[in-house]
């Protein structure tokens, strides 16, 4: 919506009809413009807090999980895997994935382009999407979820920890890929955060770890965890060249368990580069190099419109590819 404000000025912003009520022209409403104060890249909106003249009902349930906990929008939400939940007597007794693929990447923006490697190779597949709580907590912040679920290439999105807003609502990361698995029916999921994500520059402080723990979480449970590298030619910030400082952390340091990397053949002098930045992990990992013919042409036809970081489909070319070639190795590991 458009907002005007006291000074004068209007703005856009964003409400959450679930949480603040719907607002109708002519109310008054609260804002947060924290992101738009900072110049957020995928928060370009004010958000709004409250329509105070209008409150929403409490909620009269069922479900008692509660998400942003303790925050003053905290949300109380029915959890799949909860007592009150009709899957909860499945969930309960779920406890392997029966060797699924999950595909774990970094950033949300890698989601479409994952789907679009996967599906060139398996149209029918059925996928789901688990959103971890690294980046945006509500779901209904993504507008490729929406696209993606509207044309059938997600059968489901399922948020946990303190993400919420999916089609499911789950504790754990454990017990969302479980639901993804049964509840969903999902051949495939694939595992990152929801949109936006938190850096410092720094080894250990990025949300992205939780990466290194999705890959855990998908072993343990019987899964067949599928490592998406972020890789780019277009990011300025030579840690994010090649292969990211954050995968080699979250692959290298945090995920204790198997997983196969994905190592696309790029070619070339970058292509020799991503290999060789990669070769470190294949002390505990699988790497597999998958081509990537074909991978341009799909991307292109990409239902949604592929961004990560503001840059496009050819202004960082390399992070498309590789996001695309793990989801064509995740294909290769479903039934035929």
């Known amino acids: 919506m458009e907002v005007a404000v006291d000074d004068g000025s209007r703005c856009r912003a964003l409400a959450y009809p679930p949480l603040v009520g719907r607002p109708e022209p002519g109310d008054t409403v609260l804002l947060n413009t924290t992101a738009l104060a900072m110049g957020l890249g995928t928060g370009g909106y004010a958000m709004v807090v409250a329509v105070p003249d209008r409150l929403p009902q409490d909620p009269a349930g069922p479900g008692h999980l509660v998400k942003a906990r303790y925050t003053p929008l905290q949300a109380t939400v029915l959890g799949a895997d909860e007592q009150d939940s ?38 029918a597949a059925r996928v789901a999407y688990v959103m971890l709580d690294g980046g945006a907590l509500p779901a209904w912040f993504s507008m490729a979820c929406a696209k993606l679920r509207e044309i059938g290439w997600l059968t489901g999105v399922v948020t946990v920890g303190q993400s919420f807003g999916g089609d499911l609502e789950a504790v754990t990361t454990h017990t969302g890929l479980l639901a993804a698995r049964h509840v969903l029916g999902a051949d495939v999921t694939v595992v ?121 489909l050819d202004e960082d070319l390399a992070y498309f590819l590789t996001s695309a070639a793990a989801g064509r190795h995740a294909a290769t590991l479903l039934p035929a």
């Open 192 to 312: 990152a955060q929801g949109p936006g994500n938190l850096g410092t520059g720094t080894k250990w402080g990025f949300s992205g770890v939780s990466s290194g723990e999705a890959v855990n979480a998908a072993g343990v449970l019987n899964g067949r965890p599928v490592a998406a590298l972020r890789v780019s030619e277009g990011d300025l910030r030579e840690r994010h060249i090649g292969v990211s400082h954050h995968s080699l952390t979250a692959y290298g340091r945090v995920a204790l368990t198997r997983a196969d990397v994905v190592v696309p053949e790029l070619g070339g002098a970058f292509g020799a580069r991503v290999e060789r930045q990669a070769a470190p992990l294949g002390e505990r990992h699988n790497l597999v190099r998958v081509q990537v013919d074909g991978l341009y042409d799909a991307l292109k036809a990409s239902p949604v419109g592929l961004s990560t970081m503001g840059r496009k």
């Open 86 to 123: 009709p899957h909860h007597g499945l969930l309960r007794e779920a406890d392997s994935l029966d060797g699924m693929p999950v595909v774990v990447a970094d950033l949300h923006s890698a989601l479409p382009a994952i789907l679009c490697g996967l599906y060139l190779e398996r149209p």
